[in-house]
């Protein structure tokens, strides 16, 4: 068993400070497989926010570390981290299998009763009542062809072999939390929320929007970008404005 600790999270280098901080602290979750590199190029675009990147156990300098298959559990580790330090309003952005780390850290610190100012889910279907397709259980083969057709990976991944035996049990770990249960529809959180959705995603198609305003108590918009499932890739600048006005 993985001891938690506040180390769940970040280290320093992963914070990325601003001088208006009272703008709000964003926490950004990366998608599945992925780690905090993944927001390299948007965090300088976000400009006036202080901007927490999450790094998961299993991948880049955590990468000695055994990657984690519980939401909940990091949920909570990654909220015992928050509270433990002073932040801004807290703001949790996740990306595709992110999305769903970030909606369990804002039940997790909401049940602590820390207020969370907004929840941004981008690229996933809302949380389910019905059990969701197994892609943890595909062969490796079958596994990355079903994420380089959602853009996740490089055309020329399966010949990278070194990069394959790092990248592969981080990405089985991450899909394996992102189908590990159920979520009876009373399960919501209190928060505002914002839903970004690519037009041409087939796994988390613009109606999702409305499944996902279920999921909050508070308000909740729903917004489309152009492109599929990596939409963030295909115009960075948009999704960083989109971002900001999420935020500030």
Request: hydrophobic fraction near 45%.
């Given at each position: 068993?993985?001891?938690?600790?506040?180390?769940?999270?970040?280290?320093p280098?992963?914070?990325h400070?601003?001088?208006?901080?009272?703008?709000?602290?964003?926490?950004?979750?990366?998608?599945?497989?992925?780690?905090?590199?993944?927001?390299?190029?948007?965090?300088?675009?976000?400009?006036?926010i202080?901007?927490?990147?999450?790094?998961?156990?299993?991948?880049?300098?955590?990468?000695?570390?055994?990657?984690?298959?519980?939401?909940v559990?990091?949920?909570?580790?990654?909220?015992?981290?928050?509270l433990?330090?002073p932040?801004?309003?807290?703001?949790?952005?996740?990306?595709?299998?992110?999305?769903?780390?970030?909606?369990?850290?804002a039940?997790?610190?909401?049940?602590?009763?820390?207020?969370?100012a907004?929840?941004?889910?981008?690229?996933?279907?809302?949380p389910?009542s019905?059990?969701?397709?197994?892609?943890s259980?595909?062969?490796?083969?079958?596994?990355?062809?079903?994420?380089?057709?959602?853009?996740?990976?490089?055309?020329?991944?399966?010949?990278m072999?070194?990069?394959l035996?790092?990248v592969m049990?981080?990405?089985?770990?991450?899909?394996?939390?992102?189908?590990?249960?159920?979520?009876?529809?009373?399960?919501?959180?209190?928060?505002?929320m914002d839903?970004?959705?690519g037009?041409h995603d087939?796994?988390a198609?613009?109606?999702?929007?409305?499944a996902?305003?279920?999921?909050?108590?508070a308000?909740?918009?729903n917004?489309?970008?152009?492109g599929g499932?990596f939409?963030?890739?295909?115009?960075?600048?948009r999704?960083?404005a989109?971002?900001?006005?999420?935020?500030?």
């Amino acid at each position: 068993m993985v001891q938690i600790t506040q180390q769940m999270w970040i280290p320093p280098a992963r914070r990325h400070l601003s001088s208006m901080r009272a703008n709000g602290s964003l926490f950004c979750f990366p998608p599945a497989g992925a780690g905090a590199g993944f927001y390299r190029e948007l965090v300088p675009l976000l400009s006036g926010i202080e901007v927490v990147t999450v790094q998961l156990p299993g991948r880049e300098e955590r990468y000695s570390e055994f990657a984690w298959v519980d939401p909940v559990a990091i949920g909570r580790a990654v909220a015992e981290a928050i509270l433990a330090e002073p932040f801004g309003p807290i703001y949790l952005m996740g990306y595709s299998y992110g999305a769903l780390l970030a909606f369990e850290t804002a039940l997790a610190l909401e049940a602590r009763g820390q207020c969370v100012a907004g929840l941004i889910a981008c690229a996933r279907a809302a949380p389910s009542s019905a059990a969701r397709a197994k892609a943890s259980a595909m062969s490796d083969e079958a596994l990355l062809a079903y994420v380089q057709s959602l853009g996740g990976l490089p055309a020329d991944f399966e010949g990278m072999q070194d990069l394959l035996s790092v990248v592969m049990p981080a990405l089985r770990a991450d899909f394996a939390a992102n189908e590990a249960r159920p979520y009876p529809a009373n399960v919501r959180v209190h928060c505002a929320m914002d839903t970004i959705l690519g037009r041409h995603d087939p796994e988390a198609p613009s109606r999702e929007g409305a499944a996902w305003a279920r999921r909050t108590l508070a308000g909740s918009r729903n917004l489309t970008m152009p492109g599929g499932h990596f939409f963030i890739h295909e115009d960075l600048g948009r999704f960083a404005a989109v971002i900001k006005d999420c935020v500030t």
